[in-house]
């Protein structure tokens, strides 16, 4: 069986890339720019797992160019209800390195990569690449809260936009921060969260959660990172999407920029 290697060419698209994608560029408010865009783009996902499977899924069928997804966890059997990556047969395996491998099965046309870790302040240089250039988006698909705090730290530090995400039990939420435009960040939402240990015990594995609300959070977020890397606007400014499952409602809540926010009003 022949392997066929990513394009290394972003300024065109190749026959097999038209052809998988061909469905994509006929949509109006679509286009060729549109899908070069996506080509070129390089996202690091934080989390492979509910959110993250999804999302990655998606972006990578759509034509995503490169996805690093980081995640320092191993793929259990209880992660099978709602981690569209993962078989029986992952059980013990690193969820970053499976996540990439079946992400490259399904579209070899892009670039995939996991990483085995989990990111801090200190590491964050080096695991994003930084050297490299910035990424051109971060995907936040982790399942607490200090974590996410953390996450939005480096957005701000290295100025970097965040597209941050939530599921849990029958609900989900959704932002896109843009720290170069000083509109706010995760702190100026939701607050000094990370030594509320209360709140940060709420997670998935002890509060639960219905497949379908990462399936939709996940995709979501994907939808809102194709219209961020493809065409160049942010469909959630200044904007926090709430979707709750068990009423099968969305709504939008506005939100701007704490002028005193320790995190990014500095």
């Not at 070129?40 to 972006?59: D, H, K, N, W, Y």
């Not at 435009?181 to 000094?192: A, E, R």
């Not at 606007?233 to 969305?250: A, E, I, V």
Request: negative net charge; contains cysteine; aromatic residues 4%.
């Amino acid at each position: 069986m022949t392997t066929k290697t990513p394009s290394t060419d972003n300024r065109s698209l190749t026959d097999a890339e038209l052809l998988r994608y061909a469905r994509q560029v006929l949509l109006t408010g679509w286009d060729i720019d549109a899908q070069l865009r996506l080509k070129s783009a390089r996202i690091v996902m934080i989390g492979a797992g509910g959110l993250g499977c999804p999302a990655s899924e998606t972006l990578v069928r759509a034509g995503l160019g490169e996805v690093h997804l980081i995640d320092d966890d191993v793929i259990e059997m209880s992660n099978l209800q709602r981690q569209s990556l993962f078989l029986p047969s992952d059980i013990g395996a690193a969820k970053a390195l499976t996540a990439a491998q079946m992400l490259k099965q399904i579209n070899p046309l892009i670039s995939a990569k996991g990483t085995v870790a989990r990111l801090t302040l200190d590491n964050a240089y080096e695991l994003l690449e930084l050297a490299a250039g910035k990424p051109d988006l971060l995907l936040d698909c982790t399942d607490n809260f200090a974590t996410r705090d953390i996450i939005n730290r480096i957005s701000v530090r290295y100025q970097i936009p965040l597209l941050s995400a939530s599921a849990i039990a029958m609900q989900g939420q959704l932002a896109l921060y843009e720290p170069q435009l000083k509109s706010g960040c995760y702190h100026c939402v939701f607050g000094d969260v990370s030594t509320d240990e209360a709140v940060d015990e709420r997670t998935c594995a002890n509060s639960g959660v219905l497949a379908s609300t990462t399936a939709i959070i996940g995709n979501l977020q994907a939808n809102a990172a194709l219209h961020y890397l493809g065409l160049n606007t942010n469909p959630l400014t200044g904007k926090l999407l709430l979707w709750d499952g068990s009423r099968m409602q969305q709504r939008m809540m506005g939100y701007r920029q704490d002028t005193s926010c320790p995190i990014c009003a500095l």
